[in-house]
């Protein structure tokens, strides 16, 4: 609904336009009419004044040089016969300066004399003035002798104007009529013009308003023999139809949509059903992945575990063979001896000689169980850290010499040099375990990936304490960096550059994990190709000390 603040109508608009136009008109015209009438009217009575004034005074030329006035006093009655003469003076000059006096004068019936007009004379000299708020009107002409051209004195004539007034106001009646009049009439024809107009806009808007209260849209507006409203009526029309194929459209779409409600009420419960079904296998789906995850990281845990029991098995071999070796030489010295004991035929060389040998090889013994036994503890500790879950209390440097001690079976047939940077003195108590498997995992990589095309490089392993309860592990290598594609991905499951030549593409997600799920730390990376990686890592500890 719009606002109704307007209350105009097109009538009374039209009506009110068409007046003031006709009003303003008329008022101009009939000013301008009335001012050239009074102008004209005006102009006449000066004019026959001044005719007047000149007869006046060429006449009595003749009668100053008399002593007497009656003979011009006679002349002067003569005007009783223009009945807008009032007065009529005649003034004789005097020598001098002296001011004229009065000769003779005529005086209309019931008009008093008049004086003192001496002073106005030359101010009045054929100039016409209005007097007493238009009712008369005064003038004044010099006498001269028509043969000397000597002034002889003033005529001063008083005329009515009466019969101007009386013009001027029939005038101005006429007009104020006459435009009242034409005013009714373009009243009247306003009224009629505006009928004849609004009524075709009224007949529309009646139907338009009939139309929109029934929704009739299949109604049509009759046509009008006005052109602009014709054209009304038509665009309409055209509205009105484009509207009707639209309710149709919508009335179709809607039976439509009905149809596919109904339908799709039967598809969803459908879809529903087969989405639960989905979600249930998905969820199964899901717990196996994740189920062959941790059968796969922990196969990897356990492939690493025994590469690294290969390893250490090959490298305890060695020593307890070099023991054997000499274990199996004393034996037999020991037999010669004992025969040549027995025989009695032992001499003091060569009991010396055994005994020097017996030496060299029991520290050949000592060295090699005693290798043997290193390589053994440091692998138990290892493994169980591997296996453990548990938290204890450990020295950071010794941790990872014992990691890199199991690792050297691996390590020893390399030139790679790995730098320690570690308080000797920290201890913290932590979880050993993922400690571990990360430092393995990162340690290979750098070796398989980082140093695959190098004959020596570079690892440093460096331990801080950050905070109180947090440690920082940073781990580099001078390696060939890794790519920004494998980098972005480099925690994803799966990811390897080894696709197809052993790598399972789990040690770096199994370090991700360990990181944040095992030691509820977070790692983070910058690499750029040919520059080598940087792993730092930090995570809670408790209990952490060093000795000062």
């Given at each position: 609904?719009?606002d109704?603040?307007?209350?105009?109508?097109?009538?009374?608009l039209?009506?009110?336009v068409?007046?003031?136009?006709?009003?303003?008109?008329?008022?101009?015209l009939?000013?301008?009419?009335?001012?050239t009438?009074?102008?004209?009217?005006?102009?006449?009575?000066?004019?026959?004044?001044l005719?007047?004034?000149?007869l006046?005074?060429?006449?009595?030329?003749?009668?100053?040089?008399?002593?007497?006035?009656?003979?011009?006093?006679?002349a002067?009655s003569?005007?009783?016969?223009?009945?807008?003469?009032?007065?009529?003076?005649?003034?004789?000059a005097?020598s001098?300066?002296?001011?004229?006096?009065?000769?003779?004068?005529?005086n209309?019936?019931?008009?008093?004399?008049l004086?003192?007009?001496?002073?106005?004379?030359?101010s009045?000299?054929m100039?016409?003035?209005?007097?007493?708020n238009g009712?008369?009107?005064?003038?004044?002409?010099?006498?001269?002798?028509?043969?000397?051209?000597?002034?002889?004195?003033?005529?001063y004539?008083?005329?009515?104007?009466?019969?101007?007034n009386?013009?001027?106001?029939?005038?101005?009646w006429?007009?104020?009529?006459?435009?009242?009049?034409?005013?009714?009439?373009?009243?009247?024809?306003?009224?009629?013009?505006q009928?004849?107009?609004?009524g075709?806009?009224?007949d529309?808007?009646?139907?338009?308003?009939?139309?929109?209260?029934?929704?009739?849209y299949?109604?049509?507006?009759s046509?009008?023999?006005?052109?602009?409203l014709?054209?009304?009526?038509d665009?309409?029309?055209?509205m009105?139809?484009r509207?009707?194929?639209?309710?149709q459209?919508q009335?179709?779409a809607?039976?439509?949509?009905?149809?596919?409600?109904?339908?799709?009420?039967?598809?969803?419960?459908?879809?529903?059903?087969?989405?639960?079904?989905?979600?249930?296998?998905?969820?199964?789906?899901?717990?196996?992945?994740?189920?062959?995850?941790?059968?796969?990281?922990q196969?990897?845990?356990m492939?690493?575990?025994?590469?690294?029991?290969a390893?250490?098995?090959?490298?305890?071999?060695?020593?307890?063979g070099?023991?054997?070796?000499?274990?199996?030489?004393?034996l037999?010295?020991?037999?010669?001896?004992?025969?040549?004991?027995?025989?009695?035929?032992?001499?003091?060389?060569?009991?010396?000689?055994?005994?020097?040998?017996?030496?060299?090889?029991?520290?050949?013994?000592?060295r090699?169980?005693?290798?043997?036994?290193?390589?053994?503890?440091?692998?138990?500790q290892?493994?169980?850290?591997?296996?453990?879950?548990?938290?204890?209390?450990?020295?950071?440097?010794?941790?990872?010499?014992?990691?890199?001690?199991?690792?050297?079976?691996?390590?020893?047939?390399?030139?790679?040099?790995?730098?320690v940077?570690?308080?000797?003195?920290?201890?913290?108590?932590?979880?050993?375990?993922?400690?571990?498997?990360?430092?393995?995992?990162?340690?290979?990589?750098?070796?398989?990936?980082?140093?695959?095309?190098?004959?020596?490089?570079?690892?440093?392993?460096?331990?801080e304490?950050v905070?109180?309860?947090?440690?920082?592990?940073?781990?580099?290598?001078?390696?060939k960096?890794?790519?920004?594609e494998?980098?972005?991905?480099?925690?994803?499951?799966?990811?390897?550059?080894?696709?197809?030549?052993?790598?399972?593409?789990?040690?770096?997600?199994?370090?991700?994990?360990?990181?944040?799920?095992?030691?509820?730390?977070?790692?983070?990376?910058?690499?750029?190709?040919?520059?080598?990686?940087?792993?730092?890592?930090?995570?809670?500890?408790?209990?952490?000390?060093?000795?000062?």
């Amino acid at each position: 609904m719009t606002d109704k603040v307007v209350k105009l109508t097109i009538k009374s608009l039209f009506i009110w336009v068409v007046m003031s136009i006709t009003t303003f008109s008329l008022a101009v015209l009939s000013s301008l009419t009335v001012y050239t009438q009074i102008k004209t009217y005006r102009h006449e009575l000066e004019s026959n004044t001044l005719m007047l004034a000149k007869l006046v005074a060429s006449s009595s030329a003749m009668y100053l040089y008399d002593e007497t006035p009656e003979r011009i006093e006679l002349a002067l009655s003569n005007l009783a016969a223009a009945d807008h003469v009032l007065n009529a003076h005649v003034y004789k000059a005097l020598s001098g300066n002296l001011e004229p006096q009065i000769f003779a004068s005529y005086n209309k019936e019931g008009q008093l004399l008049l004086g003192g007009k001496e002073n106005q004379l030359a101010s009045m000299f054929m100039t016409p003035q209005l007097a007493d708020n238009g009712q008369y009107l005064e003038l004044s002409a010099k006498v001269f002798d028509t043969e000397t051209n000597i002034q002889l004195g003033w005529i001063y004539l008083r005329i009515s104007s009466e019969n101007f007034n009386e013009l001027v106001g029939k005038s101005i009646w006429l007009n104020l009529a006459v435009a009242l009049a034409l005013l009714a009439i373009s009243f009247y024809f306003a009224v009629r013009m505006q009928r004849i107009v609004t009524g075709p806009v009224e007949d529309i808007a009646n139907f338009l308003q009939r139309t929109s209260r029934q929704r009739d849209y299949s109604a049509r507006a009759s046509g009008s023999t006005i052109r602009e409203l014709d054209i009304l009526a038509d665009a309409v029309n055209v509205m009105l139809f484009r509207m009707q194929e639209y309710m149709q459209k919508q009335r179709q779409a809607e039976e439509q949509h009905r149809k596919l409600n109904a339908s799709l009420e039967d598809m969803v419960s459908h879809r529903t059903t087969a989405l639960k079904d989905a979600n249930q296998e998905l969820i199964q789906t899901l717990e196996k992945l994740h189920q062959f995850q941790r059968q796969i990281v922990q196969n990897e845990k356990m492939a690493s575990l025994g590469d690294m029991v290969a390893g250490v098995a090959h490298e305890v071999n060695t020593p307890i063979g070099l023991g054997v070796t000499a274990s199996t030489m004393m034996l037999d010295r020991l037999a010669v001896i004992q025969k040549d004991f027995e025989n009695k035929t032992l001499k003091a060389s060569a009991m010396k000689r055994f005994l020097d040998e017996s030496n060299e090889n029991l520290n050949i013994i000592y060295r090699n169980l005693n290798r043997a036994a290193e390589l053994i503890s440091s692998f138990k500790q290892v493994a169980v850290d591997q296996t453990s879950e548990s938290s204890r209390s450990f020295c950071v440097v010794q941790l990872v010499n014992e990691i890199l001690l199991s690792l050297q079976p691996r390590l020893k047939k390399l030139k790679h040099n790995i730098n320690v940077d570690c308080d000797p003195t920290l201890s913290v108590e932590t979880k050993a375990g993922p400690i571990n498997q990360i430092l393995i995992n990162l340690i290979m990589n750098s070796v398989i990936h980082g140093f695959e095309t190098m004959d020596e490089g570079t690892i440093d392993i460096r331990a801080e304490m950050v905070s109180s309860n947090k440690l920082k592990l940073v781990y580099t290598d001078n390696g060939k960096g890794i790519s920004p594609e494998i980098r972005k991905r480099i925690f994803d499951p799966f990811v390897t550059t080894k696709r197809g030549q052993g790598g399972s593409g789990l040690g770096m997600h199994l370090v991700y994990n360990l990181v944040t799920q095992a030691l509820n730390g977070s790692i983070s990376i910058t690499s750029e190709e040919g520059n080598g990686v940087e792993f730092v890592i930090i995570f809670p500890v408790v209990n952490a000390k060093t000795s000062e």
